[in-house]
């Protein structure tokens, strides 16, 4: 069965991304229905080729902050926004969490892998490449206030069988069915364990528990060299790196 169509709108300031990046997606499922580079002109071709996904340079005309994010998803809610990040930029791409981005992958992102994200980005998933990952923990460590070992206490053994089954994609149902609980006390034990970690949704409370290795075991997830994948209940993590 052929994969379906995905449309997706293409925005950078530098027409070479642009052109390259249609190219990149020619003669795959996924077809560029405009292009932008400005946060106007994204407003513009969003709300007039309705597309699936947005994929966005973040050399991108009236981009000040990640705030503009609100304005060009505001265009069409529904619409997935996949970011091409830089390393040195870590700060944005957590504030670009926040804000509801779904996919997030480096300059140097393969063509093989740029479609991958955007076909599971487009399904409902969220792909964080793993040296972005490696930066956003970076950038989480000089926020922390709280030490690891007042974050890990402050969990009970329960609740951190919960954490890790959400680090490995697990929905609140599929949790709930691992652990033999009902639903609703799923739900709260996925409130308490953000809330104790201080953080605003799963996928901060996910990056956090790698930080603190409170998604161990991790023999049965991908392979370093794997992107970061994330699902509609969490998501999975490749090993840290040792050191």
């Keep these: 069965m052929r994969p379906r169509s995905i449309k997706i709108v293409v925005a950078s300031e530098c027409p070479i991304f642009r052109i390259g990046a249609t190219a990149v997606f020619s003669g795959s499922s996924v077809r560029v229905v405009g292009e932008a580079a400005s946060v106007t002109e994204a407003v513009s071709r969003v709300r007039r080729k309705e597309p699936d996904v947005l994929l966005m340079d973040l050399q991108l005309r ?60 487009a399904s409902g998933e969220r792909v964080v490449e793993p040296v972005l990952l490696n930066e956003l923990l970076g950038e989480l460590g000089k926020r922390e206030s709280t030490t690891e070992s007042e974050t890990t206490e402050a969990l009970s053994v329960t609740e951190r069988e919960v954490l890790r089954l959400i680090t490995r994609g697990q929905t609140n149902r599929q949790i709930a069915q691992a652990l033999g609980y009902r639903l609703g006390t799923v739900k709260s034990y996925v409130q308490r364990i953000m809330l104790k970690l201080g953080v605003a949704d799963r996928i901060q409370a996910a990056v956090k528990a790698a930080r603190y290795g409170l998604d161990q075991p991790l023999t049965d997830l991908p392979s370093a060299g794997a992107a970061v994948r994330v699902t509609r209940g969490g998501f999975d993590l490749p090993p840290r790196p040792s050191g």
Excluded at 74 to 82: K, L
């Design 62 to 121: 009236g981009n000040n902050s990640p705030d503009c994010l609100t304005e060009i998803k505001s265009a069409r809610p529904e619409m997935r926004i996949v970011i091409v990040a830089s390393r040195e930029r870590p700060a944005y791409l957590l504030h670009a969490i926040n804000l509801g981005c779904s996919g997030f992958v480096t300059k140097e992102v393969t063509a093989r892998r740029l479609i991958r994200t955007v076909r599971a980005v």
